[in-house]
């Protein structure tokens, strides 16, 4: 097992690190558990959330049923910037 260790100083005098050393004292139980899971949030913030996000959105849609009926007026020609939006969304959403 290769195990790498890390010593941490905090200033009480810097308000970061104060607020840091205070979050961690209150910490009931493995620091260097949550040490390394705040780490890996910093670099990686948004891995778990995007997932959640798109599974949330699929999940509220999959039951949806819409009708398309005849319009009126001419289909509006969208620009475009509006392609692209409607592009990043349906690779977003998987389809």
């Known amino acids: 097992m290769s195990i790498k260790r890390m010593s ?3 200033n009480l005098d810097n308000e970061a ?10 910490i009931t139980d493995s620091k260097n558990k949550t040490v390394i899971a ?3 949030q910093f670099y990686e913030p948004h891995a778990e959330i995007t997932e959640t996000i ?3 959105i699929q999940e509220c849609l999959k039951n949806l ?3 398309q009926t005849e319009s009126v ?3 509006e020609t969208l620009s475009e910037e509006e392609n692209l939006l409607l592009d990043s969304l349906d690779d977003f ?3």
């Open 8 to 10: 941490l100083r905090f």
């Open 54 to 56: 798109k599974k949330t």
């Open 38 to 40: 705040a780490i890996n």
């Open 17 to 26: 690190d104060r607020k840091a050393w205070e979050h961690l004292k209150n």
């Open 93 to 95: 959403l998987g389809d």
């Open 73 to 75: 007026q001419p289909p």
């Open 65 to 67: 049923s819409m009708v």
